[in-house]
């Protein structure tokens, strides 16, 4: 072997194993995945004593929270396995009962979808939040006409997104690979 060859060799090694840079960051997700626990049980612990004395819209608003909640865990667990087996590793857990089966199944491109798709369904959850609070002064979620205008306008440019990379996808799937 020339040692061009071993220059160029040691360095391509040393660019995979770079990869391994992604691994803390991925730490880092596991750890926020507990804050996001303990601001749910946090919240959980806030409104199940009130339970019977919320209104139905309160009780709503409070599922709502809830639902917000678990939707940002999913997100960063679809984000934190998919992310891990695509750029650093596999995951070797064997097959067990409870393994999802979309993982190891999850691409870079289906791992854009669910994101975008989480991101829009965040979002609707706080219009709608917002919504159920019109006309209600002094809800927490009460805001002014031009803020739920722009409410409105970021969440249709989240679905706009979706929708386009979607489209993208899709184009990309219809053409030939070279």
Known sequence: MTVKR????????????????????YLGLVISLGMLLVIFL???????????SLTADQGILAVLTLID???????????????????VSKLEIGETADRPDWMGTVDFSGLKMKLIASIVAISGIHLLKV??????????????????QWMVIIH???VISGVLLALMDWMAAKTDKH
């Open 6 to 25: 071993r220059i160029e060799s040691q360095f391509e090694r040393g660019l995979f194993a770079s990869r391994w840079l992604m691994a803390p960051m």
């Open 42 to 52: 946090k919240e959980l612990a806030y409104y199940a004593p009130q339970a019977f």
């Open 69 to 87: 909640l678990s939707l940002a865990a999913n997100l960063l667990l679809i984000v934190l396995f998919s992310g891990y087996e695509n750029f």
């Open 131 to 148: 919504f159920m609070a019109l006309g209600k002064p002094g809800s927490a979620y009460a805001v002014s006409t031009e803020t739920l």
């Open 156 to 158: 249709l440019t989240f």
